[in-house]
């Protein structure tokens, strides 16, 4: 069970998603706010799992949380979930800069809401009883986007995933270096290798698009790069 805390602004919303979660014994929600200073030690002592935090638009109070509490948030493990008006290119750089793997972008439903809390706690209760090499690991991460074995993109992705993982700055990182040193390992172009990176993405999108979809839309070939190296990054510091 994954215990839930919810800071949102939106009353209905709140509501409709108390109502929604009752229906699941898997989620438990432990507290509520609306506005004011959040209490990380209160937090801790709930034995919070997953924060749900609307964000507003100028990110400003979204950014002072997660720079005040950033070593809070590492050691005790507690997942964030941000819900985005729209992601922009500063919302983009907070959720790398702090190694956010999971948010949602508006329209947003209380459906959604509980399918990503969901599978928050169903991949972490899975990769805690579980020890899998890299590889293995990410092999089963892109099975789960519904991304197609067979075809050489699903290599192109691992190894670009794997690459990027290397980077000291991947802030910073130009996709298009990670390309032309994924095509050195494999003997191709750089051309070849995004070109069958998207074939593959295609392919699942129109197979199973609720996986593929992991920002409410169909992604691009640098999001899901970027999606299997944060989850590559944390399996990795376990």
Not at 16 to 42: K, V
Not at 81 to 105: G, H, T
Request: with cysteine.
């Amino acid at each position: 069970m994954s215990n839930v805390y919810l800071r949102m602004h939106n009353f209905i919303r709140m509501k409709e998603l108390m109502d929604c979660l009752e229906q699941y014994n898997d989620l438990h929600i432990i507290g509520i706010s609306s506005d004011g200073t959040l209490d990380f030690q209160c937090l801790q002592a709930k034995q919070v799992d997953v924060l749900v935090i609307e964000v507003d638009h100028c990110l400003h109070e979204f950014q002072q949380l997660l720079k005040n509490y950033e070593a809070f948030i590492r050691v005790h493990r507690m997942q964030i979930l941000p819900l985005f008006q729209e992601l922009s290119n500063e919302a983009i750089r907070l959720l790398l800069q702090y190694e956010l793997s999971s948010f949602l972008v508006e329209p947003i439903t209380s459906e959604m809401i509980v399918s990503a809390l969901r599978k928050e706690s169903r991949v972490q209760a899975f990769e805690d009883k579980v020890c899998w090499s890299p590889d293995i690991f990410a092999t089963n991460v892109l099975l789960e986007l519904g991304l197609p074995m067979h075809l050489y993109g699903f290599a192109y992705i691992k190894s670009c995933a794997e690459l990027l993982l290397e980077e000291a700055d991947r802030l910073h990182t130009q996709m298009q270096e990670v390309y032309e040193a994924c095509a050195r390992k494999y003997e191709t172009t750089s051309s070849s290798v995004e070109k069958c990176i998207r074939t593959a993405i295609n392919y699942a999108y129109r197979r199973q698009p609720e996986k593929i979809c992991i920002y409410n839309d169909k992604p691009t070939s640098s999001q899901i790069i970027l999606f299997v190296s944060e989850r590559l990054r944390l399996y990795h510091r376990r």
